[in-house]
């Protein structure tokens, strides 16, 4: 039978219990080990079936149950500490105001993600970029950092794995009810569900409902479109994390970015909360924020869109995270046409206007298609990559936005990824850094520098009992893999068998695309079985990732690592693991001795995994890209050679997986099980000590958040207010400069270039006076900045290690014509070479390349 009706009935707290409701539902807990402990105490048994969910453990408990816990008064002192500890955290100034006491810092930040990966408890992620953004709030709360998080809720979240007896994924949804989560719907003044409101095509409507998350501080808005009034295509929009096609993913990141903006203006109304001055597009699904933005102060502030789309750059962060242009979300100009022209065109914001902003209308660019990133690129005034190499990467990918320039000049810089250590170190871990480093440093995720502090032998220890506590972990979960493809209770008695926690255990989990390369270490399959059965010096790995359900080539590879370790030879050495989430990956960093990455390079934006894996005393076994290719010093892991230049793929595939055997057999393994007469591995120990104490303090996302803060978003901030004041006055002033600026700089040019003050055997520190004579057309000399650019050149004259001289103005003669000059200094042997150019010069642009306009000599 089934119910005509359905309702939700909450529990109903004892007054002296009643913090546990704010205790479950502020998902510090995520992070805070005495909130879980508290939660766990409650019913050990109950706490580990119910996944360590502290809203389903209070829904789960009877009156009784929670009458007898009322009356226990140590547990209710505890409730007491707990919430008084929640209430100190959430109100206490931390780094960020003290870091803008004198009112540098922004008032509001907007983060927009298209997933979340906060818990495993609210599964509303994928990958490494739902867990980067949810490790970003995370540590805005811990500084303080002003930051509301805009997202949407997937009913299904993304998808739950399991395999086949065949080895081959499949994918089950299960639904997740909101009431049943760590979430409260936002209500309007008088108790009625806030609802946002999308115009679609043929007269259809999207409405949305908006959850929130309490993420410490930190609140994150989620949006809901599984709501009355909706049709079933409206309702299911938001069923899936990148579910559907073009259409549906089209209306998915409208929701995101323009009812994200909705959503923000109803919070910022019923909360009385500032509105943000910096908007952060977390990669181009949320690209549309911006055509709201420009929307609302062109029909509630009388600006032209050229005046809005300056006020709304300067504010808006973009950060780009894929190096593959298949990573990008493209759709064709009629499908934008379609469905922002027309009955769902934006107020002030004609469609003819958006349609050049995704366009890609630069050398190797398609027509008639829209680039979200190209658009989130053209809304922002600043961007980045997120490692040194993937802004360098990044630069190359879109240097077409910027013709004439070289890549090293696209206003594209870099902040490097980090991670929350509060979520990803082990509590054991945690308990040596308190007694050896401080517990008030490690309480802030401080002191990093210190862990040399720790003896070896007691991290040693500690790192015994975590491959312990992973190999019951991995038993357990291959158990229940095989119950699901088949197996009979009778036929698993070997699963008891899997791994050693005395043996060297190797990592490898991620999402499973083509690049990242699961089976690179299939290549030769007798080498790895050889590495794996050592008499002397096993090795046991235990893989685990997840392939999108639309990729049959990732689904393949799955399959080929299953079926090699479904082998009954070597399944007690090698364990593939289905599901892959937060949950897992808590036991599995800490659990490895390395952390394995051997994707193609340069295809890796960042890969934060192994940063995870080093901070609970891991070793990193990488190809050296994202951010190992920034961090690797020799001493804290080991870089995979990678064969550069090989044009066949399947080539440099057997290359760089016969190295990655060679350092395994010879290196790894070899260092692992060097031991001392005590049974340490002393050298080992001093690589991981070593590690912990020079990466800790780089890979930490608190270090990542106050880079994006004091470059970025005060910065942005400063801009926007800026741009702002007066009545928009230095907006409206820039678009008419840039007007201005495209239309002229067709008649700019550098007419003649004079240099003296060398003879014909230059030294260094000899200085050159360069006079250029250059035509202006309709521009002024304080429009242009005339620079000399000097550097190394080759035998082709191209310049490399380039510095740039701002050349002063010197005359005006014979009508735009015009007069710079100035002095270089030669600052090293070798050849050296110098040219002149034109670029444009106004106290709006934050950088001389970011309109695309210059004119070389």
């Not at 690179?520 to 794996?532: I, K, T």
């Not at 008499?535 to 080929?560: E, M, N, S, Y």
Request: proline content about 6%.
């Amino acid at each position: 039978m089934k119910a005509i009706r359905r309702f939700h009935v909450r529990t109903v707290l004892p007054e002296p219990l009643a913090p546990l409701g704010d205790l479950a539902t502020n998902l510090r807990w995520s992070w805070h080990s005495r909130t879980r402990d508290l939660f766990r105490d409650i019913d050990p048994s109950r706490w580990e079936a119910l996944a360590h969910d502290p809203v389903a453990l209070l829904a789960s408990l009877s009156t009784d149950e929670l009458e007898r816990l009322s009356h226990d008064e140590g547990f209710v002192s505890r409730v007491r500490e707990a919430a008084d500890g929640l209430h100190r955290y959430l109100e206490s100034p931390q780094w960020f105001q003290e870091w803008s006491a004198d009112g540098r810092g922004p008032s509001s930040i907007a983060y927009f993600s298209a997933e979340f990966g906060i818990t495993s408890v609210l599964p509303q992620y994928s990958g490494g970029l739902g867990i980067l953004a949810g490790d970003h709030l995370k540590s805005a709360s811990d500084l303080g950092v002003p930051i509301v998080g805009i997202g949407l809720f997937y009913k299904t979240g993304y998808f739950s794995q399991s395999l086949s007896r065949e080895g081959w994924q499949q994918e089950t949804y299960p639904v997740l009810d909101p009431d049943d989560l760590p979430l409260s719907v936002v209500r309007e003044a008088d108790g009625t569900p806030a609802q946002i409101v999308l115009p679609l095509p043929e007269g259809r409507v999207l409405r949305a409902h908006i959850w929130k998350a309490q993420v410490g501080r930190v609140p994150l808005l989620l949006l809901d479109s599984d709501v009355d009034g909706n049709d079933d295509a409206a309702r299911d929009l938001t069923n899936r994390l990148y579910g559907g096609g073009g259409d549906h993913r089209l209306q998915q990141e409208m929701l995101l970015g323009i009812g994200g903006v909705r959503a923000l203006r109803i919070w910022s109304r019923l909360t009385g909360g500032p509105e943000p001055e910096v908007y952060h597009c977390n990669e181009g699904h949320a690209g549309f924020l911006g055509l709201e933005r420009i929307s609302e102060l062109v029909t509630q502030h009388g600006l032209g869109f050229d005046d809005a789309l300056e006020a709304v750059r300067a504010g808006t962060v973009f950060t780009t995270h894929t190096p593959v242009p298949a990573g990008i979300d493209r759709f064709g100009a009629d499908q934008v046409r379609r469905f922002l022209g027309g009955e769902g065109a934006l107020p002030g914001v004609p469609v003819e206007r958006i349609l050049p902003l995704g366009a890609e209308d630069y050398d190797g660019g398609a027509a008639g298609i829209f680039n979200m990133a190209v658009m989130g690129l053209r809304l922002a005034q600043r961007a980045n990559g997120v490692s040194q190499l993937h802004g360098e990467v990044s630069r190359g990918m879109f240097d077409g936005l910027w013709p004439r320039f070289d890549d090293a000049e696209v206003p594209i810089t870099s902040i490097t990824n980090g991670v929350h250590s509060p979520t990803w170190v082990d509590r054991r871990v945690v308990e040596l850094g308190q007694r050896y480093v401080g517990g008030e440093r490690i309480r802030h995720g401080e002191g990093w520098e210190d862990a040399t502090n720790v003896p070896v032998h007691e991290m040693w220890g500690v790192k015994r009992e975590l491959r312990e506590q992973l190999v019951a972990d991995v038993r357990h979960r291959v158990r229940e893999s095989w119950v699901t493809r088949g197996a009979s209770a009778a036929e698993l008695g070997w699963t008891d068998e899997i791994l050693d926690p005395d043996v060297l255990t190797i990592g490898f989990a991620r999402r499973v695309p083509t690049y990242k390369r699961l089976t690179l270490m299939l290549r030769d399959p007798a080498r790895l079985r050889r590495l794996l059965l050592n008499p002397d010096r096993p090795v046991q790995l235990v893989i685990a990732g997840k392939a999108h359900p639309a990729d049959d080539t990732g689904k393949k590879l799955i399959q080929q690592m299953v079926q090699f370790a479904d082998d009954p030879k070597i399944r007690h050495r090698i364990a593939f693991l289905p599901n892959y989430d937060i949950a897992m990956a808590q036991q599995l960093y800490p659990g490895c001795d390395v952390w394995l990455n051997n994707p193609l390079r340069p295809f890796e934006a960042c890969g934060t995994s192994g940063m995870k894996a080093a901070l609970n005393g891991g070793l990193n076994l990488s190809i050296l890209d994202g951010w190992w290719d920034e961090w690797f010093d020799g001493q804290n892991g080991w870089a995979i050679p990678t064969a550069d230049g090989v044009e066949d793929p399947d080539r440099r595939d057997d290359l760089e997986a016969a190295a990655l055997y060679e350092l395994i057999e010879n290196h790894v393994a070899a260092l692992f099980y060097d031991r001392d007469d005590q049974g340490l591995p002393q050298r080992w120990m001093s690589m991981v000590m070593h590690t912990m104490s020079t990466l800790g303090p780089k890979v930490l996302a608190t270090r990542m958040v106050r880079d994006y803060v004091t470059q970025l978003y005060a910065p942005a901030a400063e801009a926007a207010r800026a741009r702002s004041a007066d009545d928009f006055a230095e907006a409206r002033a820039l678009a008419a400069y840039t007007e201005l600026a495209r239309r002229s700089f067709s008649h700019v040019n550098v007419d003649h270039v004079d240099s003296e003050g060398v003879g014909d055997s230059p030294q260094v520190g000899d200085r050159v006076r360069v006079k250029a004579y250059v035509s202006l057309g309709d521009l002024s000399p304080d429009d242009v900045e005339v620079q000399v650019v000097h550097g190394r050149a080759s035998r082709t004259d191209e310049l490399s290690e380039v510095q740039s001289i701002a050349l002063s103005h010197a005359e005006a003669y014979d009508g735009s014509r015009h007069r710079f000059e100035g002095e270089v200094a030669i600052p090293r042997t070798g050849a050296f070479g110098y040219t002149v150019r034109i670029l444009p010069k106004h106290p709006g642009l934050a950088s001389p390349a970011e309109l695309g306009l210059v004119v070389n000599a």
